[in-house]
């Protein structure tokens, strides 16, 4: 083997040394700042959390298809009170299921299925209201009953806060009808004093009439 030869061998053999710090700082070509994004959620609080996938079923295909995989919310309005069911995908975030929990809506378990189930709602998901038959499915049996059962204990709670304000709205309608009736008995009340305040200048009228006939009937002074 020639020297030539042996050389080269030995600088392929040889490790590659580290690379070596020069000092240099390079500055970063496009500078990103921190942007807060809102959510829609920040006056919410969340009452369930779960992963799931979900379908919608499509009516002109008579099929389910399926609108994505990711977490399903029950979200509740700290004002309001209002809840609504919001569920995105995991990777784009896009809403998948977005509408507000009725006292109408019922769940129910998926044709046997005990890792699925179906409700009705007019959804919001799409920009638009639109009526829609969904189906959740979720990794286990434990999630899907415990879905099922803060579900149905919404519904019913919105039920009694709509009696409630159905029965606050009546209180306060009775009261103004009540106001109403009693201004309106006040009122004759007041007309009748007026009416019986006008013949006092008739009775003065009557009374100058009185006057001049009786001058009348005295005898004119001889001439």
Request: aromatic fraction near 4%; charge should be negative.
């Amino acid at each position: 083997m020639s020297n030539t030869e042996a050389e080269h061998r030995e600088e392929e053999e040889a490790p590659a040394g580290e690379d070596e710090d020069t000092g240099a700082q390079v500055a970063p070509i496009v500078r990103l700042e921190e942007v807060a994004v809102s959510t829609g959620e920040e006056n919410e609080d969340a009452i369930l959390d779960l992963k799931s996938k979900l379908y919608r079923f499509d009516k002109d295909g008579n099929q389910w298809k399926e609108r994505g995989a990711g977490t399903v919310k029950f979200l509740k309005h700290k004002e309001t009170g209002k809840v609504r069911l919001l569920m995105r995908q995991s990777k784009t975030l896009k809403i998948c299921a977005n509408h507000l929990i009725l006292p109408s809506m019922s769940v129910q378990e998926h044709s046997g299925n005990e890792k699925s189930c179906v409700w009705h709602a007019r959804d919001f998901a799409d920009g638009e209201l639109k009526d829609e038959l969904f189906c959740i499915r979720f990794p286990s049996i434990e999630n899907c009953k415990s879905f099922m059962e803060t579900f149905q204990e919404i519904a019913e709670s919105q039920s009694k806060a709509e009696n409630a304000d159905a029965s606050d709205t009546a209180g306060l309608l009775q009261k103004l009808s009540v106001e109403g009736k009693e201004g309106e008995e006040k009122k004759p009340e007041k007309e009748s004093e007026e009416k019986t305040a006008e013949p006092e200048p008739a009775s003065a009228e009557k009374k100058n009439e009185t006057e001049s006939e009786k001058k009348d009937e005295e005898p004119s002074p001889s001439s």
